[in-house]
């Protein structure tokens, strides 16, 4: 408990408790002041915090707002994923639906081998070339060069509830040396309204592995990011290149494994992204 609210703290996108990516949940927030839960997020100092600002149990359906130590965030998939198993465990599985900033999301959680899962559907993706301008800036932010980007796969922007920036890595040596300039990344991205950076390396069509520098939330990087998971299956629709359904692995060059399973962006536009989540200890 702080200040009389009681702070669940899980990890999503795994179903052990040293991986995936850890979010924050207060799932009785209808009193708190915005302040107050940027204050709540900063001290929990995981890349997000889920709030639910309001809810009706008997619909199963949440107004549910995400803070990052910094900032607001209009959507966030690892918390939507985690907020997820925590209310399938407290009301049984079954649909949901969140009322967020970006728009509605619906989860279903259910039960598969043994382990509790939920899947997200996220709000129509889109996805456009980035200018120049911005893509060498951000090159040089990152330390990388035009080289350093696999062919095929043409730098993006993508959307599915906010911004992401998709650079694909020629080689899984260059996604796994992240040595970045924190304060120049971030202040492209400001400027830009990007909210990760989604550098990813193609093992196969159905495997991709990837790493999200989030230097707008105050973290330098994220070990699993379900929206940035989405907007990348808008992206590759968007392409033409792809498997229908894929695994990104993320958070293992940070020692926090984490495994998304996704759905390219269907006919209306819209990705699913699927994991876990387990209740962790604050360190």
């Not at 408990?1 to 924050?24: K, S």
């Not at 009706?56 to 994923?81: K, N, Q, W």
């Amino acid at each position: 408990m702080t200040n009389n609210v009681e702070i669940l703290r899980y990890t999503a996108f795994t179903h052990d408790p040293q991986g995936g990516n850890p979010a924050g949940i207060v799932l009785d927030a209808g009193t708190l002041s915005d302040d107050e839960m940027l204050a709540i997020a900063a001290e929990v100092g995981y890349s997000e915090t889920a709030f639910v600002t309001a809810r009706d149990d008997g619909r199963r359906a949440f107004r549910v707002r995400y803070f990052a130590p910094s900032a607001e965030v209009a959507f966030c998939g690892h918390a939507t994923i985690a907020t997820s198993v925590a209310l399938a465990e407290r009301l049984g599985i079954g649909p949901l639906v969140f009322d967020t900033n970006a728009g509605e999301i619906a989860v279903d959680t259910e039960v598969v081998d043994g382990l509790l899962r939920a899947t997200l559907t996220s709000v129509p993706t889109r996805s456009r070339p980035v200018g120049e301008e911005a893509l060498d800036e951000a090159l040089a932010a990152l330390g990388w060069s035009r080289d350093d980007l696999a062919p095929g796969f043409p730098p993006h922007v993508a959307f599915a509830g906010v911004d992401h920036l998709m650079l694909a890595a020629a080689t899984r040596e260059r996604l796994a040396d992240l040595a970045y300039d924190f304060e120049r990344l971030r202040a492209l991205m400001e400027r830009e309204g990007w909210t990760t950076v989604n550098l990813f390396w193609r093992e196969s069509d159905e495997r991709f592995h990837s790493r999200n520098p989030f230097p707008v939330g105050g973290i330098v990087e994220d070990p699993a990011t379900g929206a940035a998971a989405a907007a990348f299956g808008g992206y590759l629709r968007t392409i033409g290149t792809g498997s229908a359904e894929f695994t990104v692995i993320q958070g293992v060059d940070m020692g926090r494994p984490s495994t998304l399973r996704v759905s390219i962006a269907s006919s209306d536009g819209r990705s699913r992204v699927s994991g876990g989540a387990v209740v962790i200890q604050d360190a």
